[in-house]
């Protein structure tokens, strides 16, 4: 029995800067890993949550989800998702994985409460416990409760993050999973590829599949094949071809820069990379700010680049605040002119969600929090609003 794992493809999602290169991107991407599993005659797919960016796909994100599923359908590849964050509407609504299931692409496994399912593949049968994303306790509660499938090959599936990661917000530990009630335990959540064996079970997040940040995007892209087929269960990952790649540049002074930018418009590559730019100097910046965005506008109008981003300390009074193309500095976002007139990013933050009309009730509680226990935060409203 062979299976592909995949997770975090966020369709529709078109970062950064929205554009549409970068949505066509996702899609693309998604598309190899269905020929990849078709390809390698897989018994299924199996996703780990956000399948999608959004709980309200536009029909073009249903066009191209339909499009590549199809050819997984023609050829009887089964595909088994299960919800993550991202998939799930914040009221009540029908999360767009239903609507594949409905037309015959996907098979959900679990969406908003852990299921336990008996799959009959080409290989035989496969029992899945199907874990969707929830808040940290409901997850505790979940793993606690949720009963393992009586078959012979068993795969636990999860959208979650383990506390090992140490990234703030994680939902349980690995021992809290009870992985070696299972052969094979699939991850979604965190975008890196990452796998720990324990005790003969490999733990694996095969990552998002194409990169949404800077973070992601230095970093390369996979999708896992397990083979089922013996006591010994083996993973081999596949390196995807078609994310875009992202370059970071740390350049000491403006000659530096020019160099590395040389040698980026005389490389070929099949997609126009994304270029991040950190200055470590504000005054470096000041001095060469024109140079460096002409530089910058003529590569990516040559099309050797896509998209460019340039941080630097201290620009518009804080740090890490990325200064964008010319033409986009002509129409400031609210968050620009928030952070202009209030100079603090903590209620700067708190400014633009309120007035964008948030209705995340974490954050409702931690506003409320902050005013009534937070004495600086209440001094910097005071003088906020004694500002004539």
């Not at 299931?101 to 009959?120: D, R």
């Not at 992601?216 to 083996?234: F, I, M, Q, R, W």
């Amino acid at each position: 029995m062979l299976l592909l794992h995949t997770s975090d493809t966020h369709l529709g999602a078109s970062k950064p800067s929205k554009l549409r290169d970068r949505e066509l991107d996702f899609y693309e991407v998604f598309d190899e890993v269905i020929d990849i599993a078709i390809r390698e005659g897989v018994d299924a797919v199996i996703h780990c949550g956000d399948l999608f960016e959004e709980a309200r796909p536009s029909p073009q994100v249903y066009y191209y989800a339909f499009r590549s599923l199809k050819k997984l359908r023609e050829v009887g590849i089964e595909f088994l998702v299960i919800a993550g964050q991202h998939d799930m509407p914040k009221v009540s609504a029908l999360s767009p994985i239903k609507v594949l299931e409905e037309v015959g692409l996907v098979k959900a496994l679990a969406i908003s409460q852990p299921l336990t399912h008996v799959v009959n593949l080409r290989s035989g049968e496969l029992g899945i416990t199907a874990i969707p994303y929830a808040d940290p306790i409901s997850v505790q509660e979940y793993v606690r409760v949720v009963k393992k499938p009586n078959t012979s090959k068993k795969l636990l599936m999860a959208h979650l993050l383990l506390k090992e990661l140490n990234i703030p917000e994680a939902h349980v530990t690995i021992n809290d999973l009870r992985v070696s009630e299972y052969d094979y335990v699939a991850l979604g959540d965190y975008h890196m590829k990452y796998e720990v064996n324990v005790s003969g079970t490999p733990v694996v997040y095969s990552g998002a599949t194409e990169s949404l940040n800077v973070l992601e995007g230095v970093n390369d892209k996979y999708v896992a094949l397990v083979d089922l087929s013996s006591d010994e269960v083996v993973v081999n990952w596949v390196k995807l071809s078609k994310p875009r790649k992202w370059f970071v540049v740390k350049p000491r002074n403006y000659e530096e820069l020019r160099k590395f930018l040389e040698g980026l418009e005389s490389s070929k590559f099949s997609k126009p990379p994304i270029l991040h730019i950190e200055i470590s100097s504000k005054e470096l910046l000041d001095l060469n700010r024109k140079l460096i965005v002409n530089l910058l506008s003529s590569l990516r109008d040559k099309g050797k680049i896509l998209t460019y981003r340039v941080e630097a300390p201290g620009f518009l009074e804080e740090g890490d605040v990325m200064y964008p193309h010319e033409e986009q500095i002509q129409t400031p976002t609210l968050e620009l002119v928030v952070h202009n007139l209030i100079k603090d990013p903590v209620i700067s933050d708190y400014v633009v969600r309120i007035v964008k009309g948030c209705d995340d009730v974490e954050f409702i509680k931690l506003l409320i929090n902050s005013i009534v226990n937070d004495s600086e935060v209440i001094s910097k409203l005071e003088k906020l609003v004694s500002i004539k």
